[in-house]
């Protein structure tokens, strides 16, 4: 028995071989998520040699605690953001031994939702150590808040392996 459905499983299991191959280490920083970007890779056996941290950051405290997003940036643009999805990846590679981070905050449901952050809204980022950083806005839907949170794990996965595709120092 998987705790995650077979096309994530597959896909850590590729990160973790890969990343594993090629001496990569990953953090996460997740909001919406709870953990469950760490939870699918170390899943996989043989994920210590690839995951370093994760940092689970459900509060804006939280978030200014442990990865140093700054209370302006939450006053001025809210939790859900560009702009702190940006402060949590840069705060989760910088306060590990990870040569890539991945970052998530969004609003899952099925309550919390706005006209400008509808449920299904999730700002994702990944950077790599070269200073190479990813954003993508997504909009998944009202679609329930479990299929918010894979879809968003899904996606994470997906920008970890391409800001390990552009780390130069790491290619293999």
Do not use: W
Not at 125 to 142: C, K, L, P, V
């Amino acid at each position: 028995m998987t705790l995650f459905p077979a096309d994530i499983e597959d896909q850590a299991r590729r990160i973790v071989a890969d990343f594993s191959a090629r001496g990569l280490m990953v953090s996460t920083a997740e909001s919406c998520t709870g953990g469950l970007i760490a939870g699918a890779l170390t899943e996989i056996s043989g994920s210590s040699a690839v995951v370093d941290r994760g940092f689970v950051t459900y509060t804006n405290q939280a978030k200014m605690d442990m990865l140093g997003v700054t209370e302006a940036t939450l006053a001025a643009f809210g939790a859900v953001s560009r702009e702190t999805a940006l402060q949590m990846v840069h705060g989760a590679l910088f306060r590990s031994r990870a040569t890539l981070a991945v970052a998530v905050t969004g609003i899952a449901g099925p309550s919390g939702g706005s006209a400008d952050k509808p449920i299904g809204l999730v700002h994702l980022a990944a950077r790599n150590r070269s200073g190479i950083t990813f954003h993508r806005e997504m909009r998944y839907g009202d679609i329930g808040r479990t299929a918010v949170r894979l879809a968003t794990v899904r996606t994470a996965l997906e920008m970890l392996i391409d800001a390990a595709s552009t780390n130069p120092a790491n290619q293999a």
